[in-house]
């Protein structure tokens, strides 16, 4: 069993849509929760960051963590064409240090 | 301010051969960092430098790989000799301390045949 499940995608919306994005995982000790952002041959570009439970929020972007369902999600509002990438959940057991991706969700927003 | 860099963008090799990636961490970052991406799967950890001590090498496939990181600026990955398996995007970050944010190169595509 991977440590981090991601639905790979990909995943189609229109602008403007709201998106949902999810990753479960199984180990217990994780305790650092990070979206990254990936575009084509680019590297990943650290989105957000929340350490345990709860909600963050950055513009159009928010971030869940419900460490009780080992499930995490990113939100996006009022998608734009530009938010079209490849999205990883990312965990660590201590600050940034050895992250554990998901596999990534592709996401291709509309005009 | 200048990014992570990696070197080169693309390599394609015959199994059996040797290969040396580079990675140019951010200026005055201490921590760097080496993951790999085969296809079809997730990022994976292979191992982190503090300065020029490895600190945790523990995702390093197998011996056939060797990382290194002369004098705390550059490091650079060899591969030796290189297996299909081995295909894949290489991806170095690098980090001013362990508890900031990594930033991540473009990586280096790395292609066996």
């Known amino acids: 069993q991977k440590e981090v499940e991601q639905d790979p995608g990909p995943l189609s919306v229109p602008e403007g849509a709201i998106v949902s994005l999810n990753c479960t995982y199984s180990?217990?000790?994780?305790?650092?929760f990070m979206w990254y952002r990936q575009y084509s041959r680019k590297g990943p570009e650290l989105l957000m960051y929340?350490?345990?439970?709860g909600n963050k929020e950055d513009g159009r972007f928010t971030a869940q963590v419900d460490k009780s369902s080992k499930y995490i999600s990113l939100f996006i509002r009022d998608s734009q064409p530009s938010d079209s990438a490849t999205y990883l959940c990312?965990?660590?057991?201590?600050?940034?240090?050895?992250?554990?991706f998901g596999t990534g969700t592709k996401l291709q927003v509309i005009p | 301010e200048a990014g992570v860099t990696q070197f080169p963008s693309h390599s394609v090799i015959e199994k059996g051969q040797t290969v040396t990636l580079r990675c140019d961490p951010i200026?005055?970052?201490?921590?760097l960092y080496w993951y790999r991406r085969v296809m079809g799967k997730e990022i994976k950890f292979l191992l982190h430098?503090?300065?020029?001590?490895?600190?945790?090498e523990s995702g390093m496939p197998n011996n056939r790989f060797l990382a290194e990181r002369t004098g705390g600026t550059y490091s650079t990955l060899k591969v030796q000799p290189a297996e299909l398996e081995d295909s894949g995007v290489y991806f170095c970050?690098?980090?001013?301390?362990?508890?900031?944010?990594?930033?991540f190169g473009p990586g280096t595509r790395l292609t066996v045949t």
């Open positions: 180990n217990s000790a994780f305790q650092y």
């Open positions: 430098f503090v300065k020029e001590s490895k600190q945790d």
């Open positions: 200026s005055g970052h201490d921590n």
């Open positions: 990312a965990m660590t057991l201590g600050g940034y240090q050895k992250v554990t």
């Open positions: 929340t350490y345990s439970s």
């Open positions: 970050a690098s980090s001013q301390d362990w508890v900031s944010e990594q930033y």
